[in-house]
């Protein structure tokens, strides 16, 4: 049974920084792209970054370029999040999905019942 387990999260300052990590176990993601989304309250889910099984492509949402980075080691199944100059908007629930990649990571639809998904950790930045 495949699972995801995030962990890093925490309370941090504006301005700080965390690393997320999200690691899975039950299968062998040798070919499975890796997402990262989340959810404030009241608010829908959101993406937030994502990598190909290569490692060789990536996607941010605008709102968190160039202060969060999206990274795997496969060799321990373990995908990351670095995120630095963390702003109190960036408080939510973030969840960590893995998909098994058929086609380019800008195609993957994340919302497919084939997608797997974490059961997220909180990151809250006080202002």
């Known amino acids: 049974q495949v699972q995801l387990v995030e962990s890093g999260g925490g309370l941090v300052q504006t301005g700080g920084f965390l690393r997320l990590s999200c690691l899975g176990t039950?299968?062998?993601?040798?070919?499975?792209?890796m997402g990262w989304f989340r959810q404030a309250p009241g608010k829908e889910r959101e993406f937030v970054a994502s990598?190909?099984?290569?490692?060789?492509?990536?996607y941010y949402v605008d709102s968190v370029k160039g202060r969060f980075t999206i990274s795997g080691d496969s060799t321990k199944n373990t995908w990351y999040l670095h995120m630095k100059t963390l702003k109190p908007e960036d408080t939510a629930v973030y969840y960590c999905?893995?998909?098994?990649?058929?086609?380019?990571?800008?195609?993957?639809?994340?919302?497919?019942?084939?997608?797997?998904w974490g059961q997220g950790t909180q990151v809250t930045v006080s202002s």
């Open positions: 039950g299968r062998s993601f040798g070919t499975f792209a």
């Open positions: 999905a893995t998909v098994w990649q058929r086609g380019p990571l800008a195609g993957i639809d994340w919302s497919d019942s084939g997608v797997y």
């Open positions: 990598i190909d099984w290569t490692g060789g492509s990536t």
